[in-house]
């Protein structure tokens, strides 16, 4: 069946930086999108980018620009998120997400990455 | 950046009322938009997608409807199992969710 498997929780120092995965299985890695997604203590959903793994051309929200870097593997089906420059704020879990090309509504998501950023 | 904005930002209702939520784009999206349903330990779940069409195995007592800036996402009949937030999301261009709309029971 469709999965998307993420890496394990994170703990971080600030100024730090993480890269979480996301493995894919189930379909034909490089005909769907995969986006980041996370989601603060308390707080609601926020999209941070994609990812189109047939070549690679990615997009991220204006927030994150500069912070974030979203890359693939396909000989692994993998995608990967790295977040730098690590604050407190960043403390969230994240998510992977898959769409279609174009249609960028989410049907599959991964179990969710904690993150926490501690001193 | 199109925002999308979500009200109310939560509600209680009792079992088998009529629930409506509704999302508002700053600029017109067609009908680039889904729901989502977001339980407490669990994954988001895709309930919409085109503003109107139901996903597989998604139960008819939801539906949705709108184009343009507005748009509604509607519980025919609040059932426990539906206490969750609700967010909606355009997906023309850059993805972007609303705040979410928490509902809970009476």
């Known amino acids: 069946q469709v999965q998307l498997v993420q890496s394990g929780a994170e703990v971080k120092k600030p100024g730090a930086s993480v890269k979480v995965s996301c493995e894919a299985s189930?379909?034909?890695?490089?005909?769907?999108?995969l986006h980041w997604v996370r989601q603060a203590p308390g707080q609601g959903l926020e999209w941070m980018g994609m990812?189109?793994?047939?070549?690679?051309?990615?997009r991220y929200a204006q927030k994150f620009q500069g912070r974030v870097t979203v890359t693939r593997d396909t000989s692994t089906s993998t995608v990967y998120m790295e977040l730098s420059s690590l604050r407190s704020d960043d403390t969230a879990v994240y998510y992977c997400?898959?769409?279609?090309?174009?249609?960028?509504?989410?049907?599959?998501w991964g179990k969710g990455t904690t993150v926490t950023v501690s001193s | 950046d199109i925002q999308m904005t979500q009200s109310p930002s939560s509600l209680s209702a009792s079992v088998g009322d009529r629930v409506t939520i509704t999302c508002r784009a700053s600029?017109?999206?067609?009908?680039?938009l889904a729901w989502y349903q977001h339980k407490p330990g669990k994954v988001p779940k895709l309930l919409i997608s085109?503003?109107?069409t139901l996903q597989s195995g998604v139960p008819s007592r939801f539906s949705g409807s709108g184009s343009g800036t507005d748009f509604t996402l509607t519980i025919s009949s609040l059932q426990p199992e539906d206490v969750a937030t609700y967010y909606c999301?355009?997906?023309?261009?850059?993805?972007?969710f609303g705040q979410g709309t928490k509902v809970e029971i009476k």
């Open positions: 600029q017109g999206i067609i009908n680039y």
């Open positions: 990812i189109n793994p047939s070549d690679s051309n990615t």
């Open positions: 999301q355009k997906y023309n261009s850059a993805p972007r």
């Open positions: 085109g503003a109107s």
């Open positions: 997400a898959r769409s279609k090309p174009w249609y960028h509504y989410m049907d599959v």
């Open positions: 189930g379909y034909t890695f490089t005909n769907f999108y």
